[in-house]
């Protein structure tokens, strides 16, 4: 058996593979996702530790490397839905446990709720949106985060495009609500039009970076930008808002 991972942030070892045959209501492709979900060891470590989904060990991978979660940190988390990574943000912020941590989990679909996290039903670019969040932070944020994928079309430079639209959007609305020296973290695809969005977030944050966390599947185009040190909503070379 291979050695116990000791970050805590994957899974601890290699099961037996199981085979899923196709059935009379199962296409191929329904076939082969779900003997992929059987065969991750990422979803079976996420069912042992409690974490709603597989993608809560990607955003332990993003904090490992770059530091982003604390104690008593304001933390959002826009397309909160099933809710791994707002699970993830009140175990290391130690939110609802009397200190100053606060994590709040924006959705438009409903979600069961999570012990220590703030969780709104709510659009996020719905014009009340900031305001509802900040009362429920109390106070501006520290970090927001996106892990926010558009379904998907098969059409790779459409879904490339549609992914890039949330995450501009996404930032759009972090603006709003971050405090100085925070940090935004959003999930794009690989397919040459970041550039608006980097260049933004080059402008307005100390630095940039990118990664690609092991929890996130080899065949996959996606990866993670991740900014830190917020300058504020006016930053070199962008005029100050009246």
Wanted: no cysteine; proline share 7%.
């Amino acid at each position: 058996m291979p050695p116990r991972k000791p970050s805590g942030s994957g899974p601890s070892g290699r099961g037996l593979t199981v085979r899923v045959k196709t059935a009379k209501r199962r296409s191929t492709s329904s076939a082969r996702w779900l003997q992929r979900q059987l065969n991750d060891p990422y979803v079976a470590e996420a069912q042992r530790r409690g974490f709603r989904s597989r993608a809560a060990f990607k955003l332990l991978q993003l904090d490992e490397k770059f530091g982003l979660l604390r104690r008593g940190l304001r933390v959002v988390d826009l397309g909160a839905a099933p809710g791994g990574w707002t699970q993830v943000a009140v175990e290391k912020t130690r939110a609802g446990e009397g200190g100053p941590g606060r994590v709040v989990g924006i959705d438009y679909l409903p979600m069961d709720p999570i012990p220590g996290a703030v969780l709104l039903q709510l659009d996020f670019l719905d014009p009340s949106a900031p305001e509802r969040l900040q009362d429920a932070l109390a106070g501006p944020a520290d970090l927001v985060m996106s892990d926010m994928a558009a379904p998907t079309t098969g059409h790779a430079a459409t879904d490339h495009l549609r992914i890039m639209a949330l995450a501009e959007t996404a930032y759009d609305f972090a603006r709003q609500v971050l405090a100085p020296g925070g940090a935004f973290v959003a999930k794009l695809f690989q397919g040459g039009a970041e550039k608006d969005l980097l260049d933004a977030l080059k402008r307005d944050f100390e630095k940039v970076r990118h990664a690609k966390p092991p929890a996130s599947r080899a065949d996959s185009s996606e990866t993670y930008v991740v900014a830190t040190g917020f300058r504020g909503r006016t930053g070199p070379g962008e005029a100050q808002e009246e």
